[in-house]
């Protein structure tokens, strides 16, 4: 059995899609569909159901995938290792959110850069996760971190960590709200404050509200800008209240720049995962920037 009809069976089989096998494979569409059709006729089977969007595999289809995929994977890797050239570096393209990217992964995988034989280059690009997980799937990037679990088989996540949210505003705000009314009374308590947030609808206020208070929040953005250290930088010249990750605040947090409105019992958190192309663990450099993530990952919080 040709080794090329494979490896585009298995694309095709993770990506769910001939439109996006192909990209991947740097082929165009009809010649994944011509080669998908030759396996076809080679096994007498057909492997993939069409449909308006994408392709279902069929039952001979997945068990064909379960059995050549890893075998195929070890190809990769063994390639990958043979041709390594020790005079060059590799190069990691690595894709997430700004503020998390920027103050926990980048200087995580920064000791990986140098030139002990085994480091690579390193290239970083800012997203949301949807525009991350697309550019991921694209083919785009090596290795995502985003906040979203993508779903299918062409994506691989990994929990890598918990950020924990917490209600915060600059001192002189805190002074005049009072305490035992937000503890009885909750969100109420909050209405007529400002706020600051990343976007006009509000999603780590919302997100806070309807997890710690049940409820929605009735006040607008007063400050709307679209990067967290942004906001921090606002709430605490006093523009308002803010949801923020503990990790970015703990800082203002512990000097006094900003102080915490609440303590819920249960506080919000948001998961982090850490996401490849199925199949790519194979390749050395991403494989290596994969565990360190995770090993450094234990010490962030």
Same mark, same amino acid.
């Given at each position: 059995?040709?080794?090329?009809?494979?490896?585009?069976?298995?694309?095709?089989?993770?990506?769910?899609?001939?439109?996006?096998?192909?990209?991947?494979?740097?082929?165009?569409?009809?010649?994944?569909?011509?080669?998908?059709?030759?396996?076809?006729?080679?096994?007498?089977?057909?492997?993939?159901?069409?449909?308006?969007?994408?392709?279902?595999?069929?039952?001979?289809?997945?068990?064909?995938?379960?059995?050549?995929?890893?075998?195929?994977?070890?190809?990769?890797?063994?390639?990958?290792?043979?041709?390594?050239?020790?005079?060059?570096?590799?190069?990691?393209? +690595? $894709?997430?959110? !700004?503020?998390?990217?920027?103050?926990? =992964? &980048?200087?995580?995988? @920064?000791?990986?850069?140098?030139? *002990?034989?085994?480091?690579?280059?390193?290239?970083?690009?800012?997203?949301?996760?949807?525009?991350?997980?697309?550019?991921?799937?694209?083919?785009?990037?090596?290795?995502?971190?985003?906040?979203?679990?993508?779903?299918?088989?062409?994506?691989?996540?990994?929990?890598?960590?918990?950020?924990?949210?917490?209600?915060?505003?600059?001192?002189?705000?805190?002074?005049?709200?009072?305490?035992?009314?937000?503890?009885?009374?909750?969100?109420?308590?909050?209405?007529?404050?400002?706020?600051?947030?990343?976007?006009?609808?509000?999603?780590?206020?919302?997100?806070?509200?309807?997890?710690?208070?049940?409820?929605?929040?009735?006040?607008?953005?007063?400050?709307?800008?679209?990067?967290?250290?942004?906001?921090?930088?606002?709430?605490?010249?006093?523009?308002? +209240? $803010?949801?923020? !990750?503990?990790?970015?605040?703990?800082? =203002? &947090?512990?000097?006094? @720049?900003?102080?915490?409105?609440? *303590?819920?019992?249960?506080?919000?958190?948001?998961?982090?995962?850490?996401?490849?192309?199925?199949?790519?663990?194979?390749?050395?450099?991403?494989?290596?920037?994969?565990?360190?993530?995770?090993?450094?990952?234990?010490?962030?919080?």
């Amino acid at each position: 059995m040709d080794l090329a009809l494979l490896r585009t069976f298995v694309t095709v089989h993770r990506a769910g899609s001939f439109t996006r096998a192909a990209a991947l494979l740097g082929l165009s569409q009809p010649a994944v569909t011509s080669q998908i059709r030759t396996l076809e006729r080679q096994l007498g089977r057909p492997l993939f159901l069409r449909q308006a969007r994408g392709v279902t595999p069929t039952t001979i289809g997945d068990e064909l995938a379960h059995k050549a995929a890893p075998h195929l994977d070890a190809l990769v890797e063994i390639a990958e290792r043979g041709l390594d050239d020790e005079s060059s570096l590799r190069t990691l393209h +690595l $894709a997430g959110p !700004p503020e998390f990217t920027a103050e926990r =992964a &980048l200087p995580a995988l @920064t000791e990986l850069t140098g030139d *002990d034989g085994q480091g690579f280059a390193l290239r970083a690009s800012f997203g949301t996760a949807e525009e991350t997980l697309e550019g991921l799937a694209a083919g785009h990037h090596d290795l995502a971190i985003s906040t979203a679990r993508p779903r299918g088989a062409l994506l691989t996540a990994t929990p890598l960590c918990d950020e924990e949210h917490v209600l915060v505003a600059a001192p002189r705000w805190v002074e005049r709200i009072d305490g035992d009314a937000l503890r009885l009374k909750g969100a109420p308590a909050l209405e007529n404050l400002p706020v600051v947030e990343v976007h006009e609808s509000l999603p780590f206020v919302s997100r806070y509200w309807a997890s710690v208070f049940d409820s929605r929040p009735a006040a607008s953005g007063t400050v709307i800008v679209p990067d967290l250290r942004a906001v921090l930088a606002c709430a605490a010249s006093g523009a308002g +209240l $803010a949801v923020l !990750p503990r990790y970015l605040c703990a800082a =203002a &947090l512990g000097d006094g @720049t900003v102080a915490a409105l609440h *303590d819920p019992v249960v506080p919000p958190l948001r998961t982090y995962f850490l996401v490849v192309r199925t199949g790519t663990l194979a390749m050395p450099h991403i494989a290596r920037a994969h565990e360190w993530l995770l090993r450094a990952a234990t010490s962030w919080w």
